[in-house]
């Protein structure tokens, strides 16, 4: 059975940082892992990802710069290091996990991933 479990979310301030990591098992291998976002009332949106093919990384133009992916595959694992927080990046985060690649756009649409974590809540007060 896989499973993806995100964890490291918190509650900073306004510049501060936080480093999410998330967990995955039950499979062999991923081709791809994404981070998404979802704030209350808005939709969920993808905030970065990467593909393990090429270890090509994509960020979102709004936490490009701040947010920063590293894995380690020994462990199985994805990290999504967050600096110079703004309080627009307070949501529940979500890592995903595994399905079709073809482009930057098979990252960042949520519908194209087929293994989800429950999500990690980050606050971020001014």
């Known amino acids: 059975q896989v499973q993806v479990v995100e964890s490291g979310g918190g509650s900073v301030q306004a510049g501060g940082s936080l480093r999410l990591s998330c967990a995955a098992s039950g499979y062999t291998s991923s081709n791809k892992m994404g981070w998404f976002r979802q704030a209350p009332g808005k939709q969920r949106e993808g905030v970065a990802g990467?593909?393990?093919?090429?270890?090509?990384?994509y960020y979102v133009d709004s936490v490009k710069g701040r947010f920063t992916i590293s894995q380690d595959n020994a462990k199985n694992t994805m990290y999504l290091q967050m600096n110079s927080l703004k309080p627009e990046d307070t949501a529940m985060y979500y890592c995903?996990?595994?399905?079709?690649?073809?482009?930057?756009?098979?990252?960042?649409?949520?519908?194209?991933?087929?293994?989800w974590g429950r999500g990690t809540q980050v606050t971020v007060s001014s």
């Open positions: 990467i593909y393990f093919g090429t270890g090509t990384t």
């Open positions: 995903a996990a595994d399905g079709p690649f073809r482009g930057a756009f098979d990252i960042f649409d949520p519908s194209r991933y087929n293994y």
